[in-house]
């Protein structure tokens, strides 16, 4: 079992930047494929981006790439969101996800075993 709590969600405006923080519970983090998805407005909870077990294979989806950074501290049992170049359509509650799949380059698809309760992002224009 292991219990995420996402923090670092904010009202920010177009082009800044903001990190979002996953802690999670447990003595297996570094055994987790970590992800973070996002959920907008009307939308369905879409794929945002993942790192695999030891940090060494990150992906993102088109959107996002290039803006954002996903890093992992096995250490503190903490991932974290560095998102840079904000704009308003990146509006959502941003979600931290592990899965006990091994996560494999390019697969841009996260099956989630463990769901966080979700931070409020909002990009004002």
């Known amino acids: 079992q292991v219990e995420l709590v996402e923090s670092g969600g904010a009202l920010v405006q177009a082009g800044g930047s903001l990190r979002l923080s996953c802690a999670a519970s447990?003595?297996?983090?570094?055994?987790?494929?970590m992800g973070w998805f996002r959920q907008g407005p009307g939308k369905e909870r879409e794929f945002v981006g993942a790192i695999s077990r030891s940090g060494s294979i990150t992906d993102y989806t088109a959107s996002v790439k290039g803006r954002f950074t996903i890093s992992r501290d096995n250490a503190k049992n903490t991932v974290f969101l560095q998102m840079n170049s904000l704009k308003p359509e990146d509006t959502a509650v941003y979600y931290c996800?592990?899965?006990?799949?091994?996560?494999?380059?390019?697969?841009?698809?996260?099956?989630?075993?463990?769901w966080g309760q979700g931070t409020q992002v909002i990009v004002s224009s």
């Open positions: 447990g003595r297996t983090f570094s055994s987790y494929t």
């Open positions: 996800a592990a899965s006990v799949d091994r996560y494999y380059a390019g697969t841009r698809y996260l099956r989630v075993d463990y």
